[in-house]
């Protein structure tokens, strides 16, 4: 994927840590409940595959959401992703925590959110961007907005726009034989 203002791109390319929010973001933000209370959530599996590409990248990659869900447990525990915080009221205690574990400073943070509880992480650091279907206050803070929606492919277009920036897009493709 090409296309990419030079200004993100630039802000991309000292990104050390990609963290995103679930529901409206690597999902569509709809929630499936059953007669027991069983909760059911639809993943697109290109983001799931881009979050694998970015994590063989070298960058690390951390969930933060309000709700606790043990489906989002088993999809990231199944694409390796070893940074869950569920059922975090305040996310931004999530992420200070997250930034001293791994000695990251907040402009190096890349952040993924669409609803007015990620705005205080987005005003943090130093990417904070949206999905094309966000609340207008998460794009008016964003400073990159996907093309793609929330659940339809935004999460694999923030993962090659850090890919492209950090100059291993390629390399992640040849594995590939692309």
Not at 30 to 39: A, C, I, K, S, V
Not at 68 to 75: E, F, I, L, N
Not at 159 to 164: F, I, Y
Request: glycine share 12%; charged share 25%.
């Amino acid at each position: 994927m090409s296309g990419f203002p030079p200004d993100v791109l630039a802000a991309a390319a000292g990104v050390r840590l990609a963290a995103f929010d679930v529901d409206g973001v690597l999902t569509n933000g709809q929630l499936f409940l059953g007669p027991d209370g069983e909760e059911y959530k639809v993943f697109d599996v290109r983001d799931g595959q881009g979050l694998v590409m970015l994590r063989d990248s070298g960058i690390a990659i951390a969930i933060i959401t309000g709700r606790r869900s043990p489906v989002v447990a088993a999809r990231m525990a199944e694409l390796g992703i070893e940074y869950v915080y569920q059922g975090q009221r305040d996310k931004l205690l999530a992420l200070a925590e997250l930034e001293e574990k791994l000695g990251i400073d907040p402009a190096a943070v890349c952040y993924a959110g669409d609803d007015l509880p990620d705005v205080p992480v987005l005003r943090r650091v130093g990417l904070p961007v949206t999905v094309a279907d966000a609340h207008p206050v998460c794009v008016d803070v964003a400073r990159y907005r996907t093309r793609a929606a929330g659940g339809r492919g935004a999460v694999r277009e923030i993962c090659e726009l850090l890919m492209t920036a950090g100059g291993t897009l390629a390399a992640q493709y040849a594995r590939y034989g692309i």
